[in-house]
Structure formats: C-alpha cells, structure tokens
C-alpha cells in the first residue's frame, strides 16, 4: 500500500522523513491520501474524496474548516504542546523587551561616533533605563499548554501571577504551580493586571475575546501581549485604547496592516513556533499521528474525532465512520453475522455527532474485507469506511 500526502508550507525534514520512501509519496497527484500543513488556510480548498486526514504541525486549527472535514469523514490532528516552549521563550522575551528598552539602547550606541564613545555611553545611558519584571502583576488568559508554561516561569522570573481557564484540562491543571493564583472572573484579571497575556484558540466564542469593553477595565498601564491569533483582540478598539491613554502598549504576533509604525505597538511576523527546536517537535508529531491513523485506524491527537487506540493483529482491519446514532454499532455487527464473520476485537468511541469505530475480524481476504466495507457503507448514518491491510501480516 502506498499513500500520497499532500503537503502545503515548509515541514521540518525531520518529520517528512518519518514517510518512508517505499510506501509514500509527497504532492504526487490530485487524490491524496492526506494533508500536512502549518498556517495554511483551507476554509476555500475543496477537499478531494480521497483526503482521509489533514495533519496541522502546531496547535491552531482555526486554519482548516474543521465542521467541514468532519462531516466529510476527515479526521484532523493537531500537535498539542509541540511548540509551547517556543512560543512561551518569545512571550518571555517580549515582557523583558517590554520594561527595558533594550533595542533603542542598542541602536543608539551603533549610532555613535568619534573617540569618546565610553564616556558618551555613561553620560546618556540614563535615557535608557527601564523596569523590572519582579513584583509586577502577570495575567495569563488560557492556561492550557502554552499559558502553564508562561505562568510557571513568569511566576519564577519574581512576578506575582494569576490564570484565568474556565475550561482548562485536568491534565494541564496539575502542571501548574500553585503560586499561580486561579482567578473566575476574567474581569479581575483584567483590572488587576500590569501585563496580560492571551493564550486561547480562535474559536467563534473567542472571537475578539478582548474589546473597547475589556481594555477599558485595564489599568491605563498596562501591557498587552498577544501571540494566540490577531482575531482574539480588536485591533481598532487597542489602538483607540493607547491613542486615548487607556492602554500603555500592546505587542502581537500578527500582522494587522492598521497596526504597523505605531510607536507603542510592536508587531512580529508570526514567530511564536518559528525556531527550529518547534518546528521538528511538531513535524515529528504530525507526521507520527499521520502515519498511525493511515496505517492502523488509531486516532490520537485528534481535535474532531476521539482518541481510539487497538492492537492491530488481523490481516485486515476495517475503521467506520459514522453519526452518532442509536443501533449503528448494532447494523454493522449484523452486517458482519450475516457475512458468517467473527468479531475478534471492536472498538467504538463517540465525540458529539459523530462516532468511530475500529472492527478487527480474523483471517479475512482481501476481496472478503472489500465485499464488507461495501456492505457497511451502504448503512443509514455511516459517513466513510475503509479496509486497512495490516503493514506486515498476510492473509492466511
Ligand atoms: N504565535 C504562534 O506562533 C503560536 C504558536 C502556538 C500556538 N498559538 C496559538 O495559541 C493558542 C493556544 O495554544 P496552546 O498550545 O496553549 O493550546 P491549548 O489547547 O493547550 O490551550 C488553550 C487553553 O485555552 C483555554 N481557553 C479556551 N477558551 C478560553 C477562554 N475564552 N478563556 C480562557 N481560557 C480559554 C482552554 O481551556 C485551554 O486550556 C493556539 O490555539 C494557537 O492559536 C500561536
Ligand atoms: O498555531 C500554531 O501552532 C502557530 O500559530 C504556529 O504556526 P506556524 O506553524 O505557521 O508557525
């Protein structure tokens, strides 16, 4: 068997690698079998029937029309906390940038001249002195893998830190020191805050999560950063904010065209998980979950389908997408009785309106397992069902 992946944006090698060359192939045709990508947008791709999963090498899936992909029975895949400590070191960086002004100091000595440059630094070094970080107030908002890590550190680093999560995972939860002061409501986080800091998906609810109402129950000094997504924040509401005094400064990680060559915004090009250490971390994962769900059915890491992990020992194994309706497992193992066929392992997890299920059935054919994907297929409410070939055991 041998699967094409078409590949949009530049993946780690370390990644690609993971595809051995005998059984795949990259951007060979237009029918593949899956989709790796970083930012680029798919909301106006039309997905070939062929695509079985899209794989998204870091953690905002906000890029791909995941209602779509589900509906059509794709499974998506993120690589949750590949790049954290990425983005969390920039994060870090840019509250130091933000109290001292390290840059200007740096350009101004370049800009000097003549044989006196020591004594000119001493004398006009007092126009660069700064703040320091320890004391102050942090407010992460989110604190799922990402927002822990900066809490943690931040709260390392001498400030006095506070969370707000009102969905954070059990998971994450236990990582998080318990200096880190959990707060309830977002709103007194905002008022208490010297920096904030935003690390939540762009979802539908979160769009423009921070606007004219939220930034006007800011401090009037306070720092915004934003390295989740630009749409988090309103961006003309942040700029009437510092214009009218209300907001000291806000530092992001995305390009907005209105908030370029303000002197108290600072933009960057994306760069949260733009370092090599990222990158292969999470090329490695999307290609491993990749390659799990094309050569075995497994899903793990998936943002639209659950987590459904079986021994695979059966020549042929059958994956069944399917809406999450009363009796579908019932017509499928009818389906298989009737074929005069033994169940040998079944596994089956739900997620919202849709449902998975891996089918394991000893000692198949492969004409046999086809003959019995078409049969499933022709079932009320399944949305796709493919035979799988296990990658070493033959037919009996
Ligand atoms: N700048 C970059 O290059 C870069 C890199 C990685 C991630 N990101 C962005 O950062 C986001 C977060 O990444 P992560 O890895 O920490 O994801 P994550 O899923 O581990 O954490 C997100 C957290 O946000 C919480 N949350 C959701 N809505 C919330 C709300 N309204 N208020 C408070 N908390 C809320 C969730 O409960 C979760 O704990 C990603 O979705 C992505 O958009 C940007
Ligand atoms: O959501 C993410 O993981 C980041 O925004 C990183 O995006 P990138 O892979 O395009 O740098």
């Given amino acids: 068997m041998t699967y094409d992946i078409k590949i949009f944006n530049e993946i780690a090698a370390e990644g690609l690698q993971r595809f051995d060359q005998a059984h795949y192939t990259f951007n060979a045709g237009k029918t593949p079998d899956a989709i790796l990508l970083r930012s680029q947008k798919l909301h106006d791709y039309t997905f070939p029937e062929s695509v079985l999963a899209v794989a998204r090498a870091g953690a905002g899936t906000n890029n791909i029309p995941v209602e779509r992909c589900t509906e059509q029975g794709i499974v998506v895949f993120n690589t949750p906390g590949a790049n954290a400590n990425a983005v969390k070191e920039l994060v870090l960086a840019n509250l130091l940038l933000s109290v001292r002004p390290?840059?200007?100091?740096?350009?101004?000595?370049n800009s000097l001249t003549g044989d006196n440059i020591e004594e000119q630094v001493e004398a006009n070094k007092k126009t660069f002195a700064g703040n320091e970080l320890e004391g102050k107030?942090?407010?992460v908002i989110g604190l799922g893998a990402i927002g822990s890590m900066i809490a943690n550190d931040a709260y390392r680093l001498g400030m006095d830190v506070s969370g707000y999560d009102p969905f954070v995972s059990v998971d994450t939860a236990w990582n998080i020191s318990r200096r880190v002061k959990r707060v309830l409501d977002l709103d007194e986080l905002l008022a208490d805050s010297d920096f904030i800091t935003i690390h939540v998906p762009l979802t539908e609810k979160n769009h423009h999560l921070i606007g004219a109402d939220?930034?006007?129950k800011m401090k009037n000094s306070a720092v915004l950063l934003n390295f989740a997504r630009g749409e988090l924040v309103d961006s003309q509401a942040v700029i009437r904010a510092i214009d009218n005094g209300q907001l000291k400064s806000y530092i992001t990680d995305f390009a907005e065209p209105d908030l370029l060559r303000h002197d108290k915004i600072i933009v960057l090009p994306h760069l949260g998980a733009s370092t090599s250490e990222a990158e292969t971390n999470c090329a490695k994962m999307a290609a491993s979950t990749l390659k799990t769900y094309l050569?075995?059915?497994?899903?793990k890491c998936s943002v639209n389908f659950p987590a459904v992990e079986m021994v695979f020992r059966v020549p042929y194994r059958i994956a069944i997408i399917n809406r999450?309706?009363?009796n579908l497992i019932g017509a499928v193992t009818s389906t298989v009785a009737e074929k005069g066929y033994n169940i040998d392992n079944l596994s089956n997890r739900s997620r919202g309106d849709f449902a998975y299920t891996l089918l394991d059935i000893n000692d198949l054919t492969a004409e046999q397992a086809q003959s019995l994907v078409d049969d499933i297929r022709q079932l009320d409410n399944v949305v796709r069902v493919?035979?799988?070939k296990h990658p070493t055991l033959e037919e009996a």
């Fill in 102 to 109: 390290i840059l200007a100091g740096a350009n101004w000595v």
């Fill in 137 to 139: 107030k942090l407010g």
């Fill in 214 to 216: 939220e930034l006007a």
């Fill in 295 to 299: 050569e075995t059915g497994n899903i």
């Fill in 324 to 326: 999450n309706v009363p």
């Fill in 386 to 388: 493919r035979a799988i």
